[in-house]
Each structure stands twice: as structure tokens, then as C-alpha cells.
């Protein structure tokens, strides 16, 4: 199902975490929240294959950490539009909403590989360890925004 942020709260169970996805065409960046909602953290780079592995995967991780629900970045144009990236990520959300009952969120996602990659190379981190990292803290930058808006620090009114 294919939800609204408004919605969230009530769709997801109380201690349940979060699974952010930055989805690229060669790798899907994932990120998982604490069960307070309040932070984001890095967690695993899929290398892509086909659709049908690649959801598995990820399905697996988010049975393995008790997800309740998957919020992934929409790349949107800097002007708002979508564009065909995004028609990309709705396409593949269209084909995974029949294979879960976890909730799905799109969450804007504009220039969070731009300000991840500035941030690594602020670190002086190496273009092999930058390549190694981006896609999975790009997944943490889109998760991070999402829990900021939500603004969920503790669990009232939850």
C-alpha cells in the first residue's frame, strides 16, 4: 500500500523501525530508523540484479529488523517535477506494493546523493570508499529528512 505521510503514524506499530531506500539503477542505499524514530542510520548497499532478487533482498532485511514500514526517495527535478527517474522509482513501487503489507512512503529526495558525496569529500574520503558508502548514507539523508518532518522524538500521542 502506497501511503501518506499523514498516515504513517497510524499504520505503523508501536517499536517498529523504519527502512529508508535510496533507489539507484545499479544498487538500492538502505537505512534504518531506531524504533523512537528519531535517527537514521546507514545500514546496506543491494547490488542490483532484476526486480524479483532485489525486492527479496530487501523484503529479508526488513523482516529481519521488524520494519513496520518503507519510506523511499522519490528523485524529483529541482523545479518539482518528476521526471524519468522518478517514473522509474514509482514503476518499481508499482511492483512491489502486491509483494509486501508494509506501508510505502515517497519521500522527496532531491540533492541527497549531491549532499552526501559533499560530505564524504569534506571527510577526504576516497573515491573507492566514497562509491562504497554513498548509496547507503544517501538512504540515511532520505530517512533522516522523513523522521525530521515527522518530528517523532518520543512516543506520544503514538
Not at 32 to 41: E, F, G, H
Not at 60 to 74: C, F, M, P
Not at 135 to 153: E, H, N, S
Request: charged share 25%; net charge neutral; proline share 4%.
Amino acid at each position: 500500500m502506497i501511503a501518506d505521510i499523514a498516515d504513517i503514524r497510524g499504520l505503523v506499530g508501536t517499536g517498529r523501525r523504519l527502512i529508508g531506500i535510496d533507489l539507484g539503477t545499479k544498487t538500492i542505499g538502505l537505512a534504518l530508523s531506531d524504533v523512537m524514530w528519531t535517527i537514521a542510520t546507514p545500514l546496506e548497499t543491494i547490488r542490483r540484479v532484476k526486480f524479483t532478487p532485489d525486492v527479496a533482498a530487501l523484503l529479508a532485511l526488513a523482516e529481519t529488523h521488524d520494519a513496520g514500514a518503507l519510506v523511499i526517495g522519490l528523485p524529483k527535478n529541482m523545479d518539482g517535477t518528476e521526471g524519468p527517474r522518478a517514473q522509474s522509482t514509482r514503476a518499481f513501487v508499482r511492483n512491489l506494493v502486491p509483494k509486501t503489507a508494509l506501508p510505502i512512503v515517497f519521500w522527496d529526495e532531491r540533492m541527497s546523493t549531491a549532499a552526501v558525496t559533499r560530505t564524504l569529500l569534506e571527510a577526504d574520503a576516497s573515491r573507492a570508499r566514497r562509491a562504497e558508502l554513498v548509496d547507503k548514507m544517501a538512504a540515511a539523508y532520505i530517512l533522516q529528512g522523513f523522521l525530521d518532518r515527522l518530528g517523532y522524538g518520543d512516543f506520544e500521542g503514538r
